[in-house]
């Protein structure tokens, strides 16, 4: 998840234009992403990753990582938060609209590869809320926004993690990977 330095993920307004992306952090992207087969989003990413991902490789103009994450996200098993989305129709794709906890947890025990959370800030706190998160991957933008959507609200405990990776792009954003610190 992108992050800026101040701890937002998305502007006041849900704006993410000042994230910074480029061919380098879509290379890292791109060998994490691999590891996974499983995706989770929010209904509002969900539909703005389905409105393009799908196709995004078939264009005559696709980057090599809109061709590689296009194949990947049209195999990768999705998985949508939402109580207002049906899911009838929707190719290997399952809507959790409730019991949030037993499902995610369920998920885990299947063992299999990561299930990475894209965007999604509201689906986000639902399952920090709920103690459902294992790791946390942050891009940190090198930028202060002063205001907008954070990544922790209302949070009750601590959350200890330990640090796993760092990666410094020349674009100036760090890649912080942490796990949970049990």
Same mark, same amino acid.
């Given at each position: 998840?992108?992050?800026?330095?101040?701890?937002?993920?998305?502007?006041?307004?849900?704006?993410?234009?000042?994230?910074?992306?480029?061919?380098?952090?879509?290379?890292?992207?791109?060998?994490?992403?691999? &590891?996974?087969?499983?995706?989770?989003?929010?209904?509002?990413?969900?539909?703005?990753?389905?409105?393009?991902?799908?196709?995004?490789?078939?264009?005559?103009?696709?980057?090599?990582?809109?061709?590689?994450?296009?194949?990947?996200?049209?195999?990768?098993?999705?998985?949508? /938060?939402?109580?207002?989305? &049906?899911?009838?129709?929707?190719?290997?794709?399952?809507?959790?609209?409730?019991?949030?906890?037993?499902?995610?947890?369920?998920?885990?025990?299947?063992?299999?590869?990561?299930?990475?959370?894209?965007?999604?800030?509201?689906?986000?706190?639902?399952?920090?809320?709920?103690?459902?998160?294992?790791?946390?991957?942050?891009?940190?933008?090198?930028?202060? /926004?002063?205001?907008?959507?954070?990544?922790?609200?209302?949070?009750?405990?601590?959350?200890?993690?330990?640090?796993?990776?760092?990666?410094?792009?020349?674009?100036?954003?760090?890649?912080?990977?942490? /796990?949970?610190?049990?």
């Amino acid at each position: 998840m992108h992050i800026s330095l101040d701890g937002f993920v998305a502007g006041p307004n849900g704006e993410m234009n000042w994230i910074k992306v480029d061919e380098e952090i879509f290379e890292h992207v791109g060998k994490r992403i691999a &590891e996974s087969d499983t995706a989770l989003y929010g209904r509002v990413t969900y539909e703005m990753m389905e409105n393009y991902w799908p196709t995004a490789g078939d264009e005559p103009n696709a980057s090599r990582h809109d061709i590689e994450h296009s194949k990947w996200y049209r195999q990768a098993h999705k998985i949508v /938060l939402s109580k207002t989305m &049906e899911g009838a129709g929707l190719a290997n794709t399952q809507i959790i609209s409730d019991n949030l906890s037993g499902s995610i947890n369920e998920l885990k025990q299947h063992g299999g590869k990561d299930i990475l959370l894209f965007g999604s800030p509201t689906a986000t706190h639902s399952l920090i809320q709920l103690g459902l998160i294992d790791g946390y991957w942050l891009f940190v933008n090198p930028i202060v /926004l002063g205001q907008g959507i954070p990544l922790f609200v209302n949070i009750k405990d601590k959350i200890k993690l330990k640090l796993l990776t760092t990666h410094q792009f020349t674009s100036g954003v760090t890649a912080l990977d942490y /796990l949970l610190d049990k």
